[in-house]
């Protein structure tokens, strides 16, 4: 069992940057791919991006390709999401997921922080 707490979202104007963190209990973090998505309101949850259980192997959604970096420290348990160059149609509750399975079967997830960004 996992569980993962986001933290870091807030209120940015548009060419700002955040940092979001997904912190996990559990002692078998390191063996789990996490993955950022976000939900924007009326529309469906999207994928943003992944990270192996390395870090070695990042994947990016095109519309975020270039402006966000994850990185994780398998150490500290946590998974970071450095957004850049923010737009207003990044506004989204934020949530990580962990894979403990392979093949993006995302079992854990976290409740979720709120980014807004201003035009």
């Known amino acids: 069992q996992v569980q993962l707490v986001e933290s870091g979202g807030g209120l940015v104007q548009a060419g700002g940057s955040l940092r979001l963190s997904c912190a996990a209990s559990?002692?078998?973090?390191?063996?789990?791919?996490v993955g950022w998505f976000r939900q924007a309101p009326g529309k469906e949850r999207e994928f943003v991006g992944r990270?192996?259980?390395?870090?070695?192997?990042?994947t990016y959604a095109e519309s975020v390709k270039g402006r966000f970096t994850i990185s994780r420290d398998n150490a500290k348990n946590t998974v970071y999401l450095q957004m850049n160059s923010l737009k207003p149609n990044d506004t989204a509750v934020y949530y990580c997921?962990?894979?403990?399975?392979?093949?993006?079967?995302?079992?854990?997830w976290g409740q979720g922080t709120q980014v807004t960004v201003s035009s």
């Open positions: 559990g002692r078998t973090f390191s063996s789990y791919a």
């Open positions: 997921a962990a894979d403990p399975y392979g093949g993006s079967s995302w079992a854990y």
């Open positions: 990270t192996s259980r390395s870090g070695g192997r990042l």
